[in-house]
């Protein structure tokens, strides 16, 4: 690897720049609890969890191009998971939230096993299937609410910390914390061994798998992995929300479609696509959320002109013209 | 007797579900491409149905054939102007395009008619059956949407291996690149093949409008059982997509029949389980 000067040129100036902004945006981020309000606070903690779900199903389809259009399956196992061991073995909030994750990228590799059967396209909707299937489950488990669902006892919310104020803000920092560590998770992982592979598949299949890239193998471990952590954010959105009923756990439009607009709109195949979406994904919903359908209307009209406008999304358009990069991966030699 | 009615009104099912999968397997035999609008353009040719009938007072059998020719011609304009642009080796732009298209059609559906579940009122074919013992009857309206369903697959049978048409669909299955070379339109093959889908998609929303109340947001469930009776059947059989249709309508009676929860559940479990066992499907082509 060779070392490159980051003061050579004007494009790297420019991501040195950026890099140092989202720094001071982090760090802000970071004491948000001081200076937001209630309802900016749930809006962060919201925009976080999003962004974890985009670094997931962009690591996914970005990467390894399996696009998959079922990853509710995982949130909603992470929610009623986390649910289940929370009321019913008395497992405290930190210790049922990944351990559900853990039983969920159990579950996702009998799942991916099957999945995998199907290729391109075919793998898309077949994913969709499996999640339909855990949601018509979650639906006959009375133990669970079946299909009207349950709600959280307040005992449980409570064991975070004892006032309002409090379990708020353990709330924004487990919110925070999965929003960073999935930013981190993706890019160590890309500046890894495992990264070079990735990087190898999502710019060609056939040569990643003739320069001697176990494809299948690397495709079916980040498969399991973006399983884990969407059901570790599926746990929170549901310890969160206080209630989970399986048509919220297991909604294709809200974990899925969103998610993709997001990765799409921002730029997939790079760390700062997803970033750059969930901020304009926000953005959009806090100005056009009361338009009701034509919200909805209007995204589905984003996505179509992403794709033909410039499927590469903002941050590939950006790239395409200026060499820039927040997040290094590449090697480059100069 | 109840086991046995459950099959025979499963296998009528599947009458239906093969029209939900014969376009999606038309479509894809020739592109190699999912429409996830499927279901929505399905639930859209319903609405349109019910509308012309109820609202505007068309005698139904002028309703049908404006239908058909407005699904038909939004076919082709719709994969001549976007579809065609968009389709290619990198299988994400074809997606997230017919994504974002499912979702524009749900929420102006909602917009225009609302969220309230519609039927198309079929007067006495609603009811209308025939008493084959006391257990059993069959329904005259399942009757004709099994008989429309092995009509609409013989069709494009006949059209697929009998026509200059088909011909040319065929060829650009096996490769669209050579058939330009031979004097070949591609963009207007594609437009054609998703024209006949579409006409087959008009006839299957004309029947999910008689059979069951619907709205807006009926497209997905629609868009999976069509995907299922075509991966069940195997990839570019037109008559395995019939026998997909039947096993995945068979599995939904019978699991209703033990509880009602069961029946879509049932249906996808019987889908994955092939999927394991034979996963190019019953009668694979391709």
């Known amino acids: 690897m060779t070392s490159v000067d980051m003061t050579k040129t004007p494009s790297a100036n420019l991501s040195m720049v950026l890099r140092l902004f989202l720094l001071a945006a982090v760090a802000g981020l970071a004491f948000a609890p001081w200076w937001a309000g209630r309802a900016d606070l749930r809006l962060l903690m919201e925009a976080f969890s999003f962004l974890a779900l985009a670094q997931m199903w962009n690591l996914l389809a970005g990467y390894t191009g399996l696009i998959s259009v079922g990853q509710q399956a995982f949130v909603g196992l992470g929610g009623y998971l986390f649910f289940a061991l929370a009321m019913f073995t008395g497992l405290p909030v930190l210790f049922a939230i990944p351990l559900a994750a853990i039983a969920t990228a159990v579950i996702a590799i009998p799942t991916g096993w099957i999945a995998f059967r199907l290729q391109g396209p075919y793998f898309a909707i077949g994913t969709w299937v499996i999640a339909e299937v855990f949601r018509l489950i979650a639906a006959q488990i009375s133990a669970l609410g079946g299909g009207s669902g349950i709600s959280l006892p307040v005992a449980i919310a409570k064991s975070l910390a004892d006032s309002r104020a409090g379990r708020e803000m353990v709330m924004y920092y487990i919110a925070f914390a999965i929003g960073i560590v999935s930013v981190l998770l993706v890019w160590g992982l890309l500046r890894s061994k495992w990264g070079l592979a990735l990087t190898a598949i999502r710019d060609s299949e056939p040569a990643a798998e003739a320069v001697g890239v176990a494809t299948r193998r690397v495709k079916f471990m980040i498969y399991v992995l973006a399983a884990f952590y969407t059901s570790i954010t599926g746990a929170f959105v549901f310890l969160q929300k206080l209630r989970i009923t399986p048509d919220a756990a297991f909604s294709l439009n809200e974990w899925t479609a969103f998610v993709i607009f997001i990765v799409v709109i921002g730029g997939i195949g790079s760390i700062e696509g997803p970033v750059i979406g969930v901020v304009i994904f926000f953005f959009l919903r806090e100005i056009a959320a009361d338009w009701g359908t034509w919200y909805l209307i209007m995204m589905g009209g984003i996505a179509i002109a992403v794709m033909l406008v410039d499927k590469r999304g903002v941050w590939g358009a950006i790239k395409a013209r200026i060499n820039l990069s927040i997040f290094p991966v590449s090697k480059t030699l100069d | ?286």
């Open chain 2, 1 to 286: 007797m109840v086991w046995i009615n459950a099959i025979l009104q499963g296998v009528l099912l599947g009458g239906l579900y093969a029209l939900f999968a014969a376009g999606l397997s038309l479509m894809f035999g020739v592109m190699r491409f999912i429409n996830i609008a499927h279901g929505d353009f399905i639930v859209t040719a319903a609405y349109l149905m019910v509308a012309f009938v109820t609202g505007w007072s068309i005698h139904p059998a002028v309703a049908v054939v404006l239908v058909l020719i407005s699904l038909t011609t939004a076919g082709y304009i719709n994969q001549r102007i976007l579809l065609n642009r968009v389709l290619g080796k990198d299988i994400l732009p074809p997606i997230l395009v017919t994504f974002g298209m499912s979702i524009i059609i749900q929420n102006a559906l909602l917009e225009i008619f609302s969220a309230d579940s519609r039927r198309l009122p079929a007067g006495w074919l609603e009811t209308g059956s025939i008493t084959i013992s006391d257990a059993i009857s069959i329904g005259w309206l399942p009757l004709m949407m099994f008989g429309a369903a092995v009509a609409v697959i013989g069709g494009l049978q006949l059209v697929f291996y009998k026509t200059a048409l088909g011909r040319m669909l065929r060829a650009t299955s096996d490769d669209p690149e050579i058939v330009p070379l031979m004097g070949g339109n591609n963009a207007h093959i594609f437009a054609v093949a998703t024209a006949l889908a579409s006409l087959v998609v008009g006839i299957a929303g004309i029947f999910l409008a008689m059979k069951t109340n619907f709205d807006p947001s009926a497209g997905p469930a629609r868009l999976l059982f069509a995907f299922e009776a075509v991966i069940i059947g195997g990839l570019g059989s037109l008559w395995g997509t019939l026998a997909g249709g039947i096993i995945l309508g068979v599995a939904q009676t019978l699991g209703a029949q033990i509880d009602a929860g069961y029946q879509i559940l049932a249906g996808h479990l019987v889908f994955l389980a092939l999927l394991v066992v034979r996963p190019r499907g019953l009668f694979p082509k391709m």
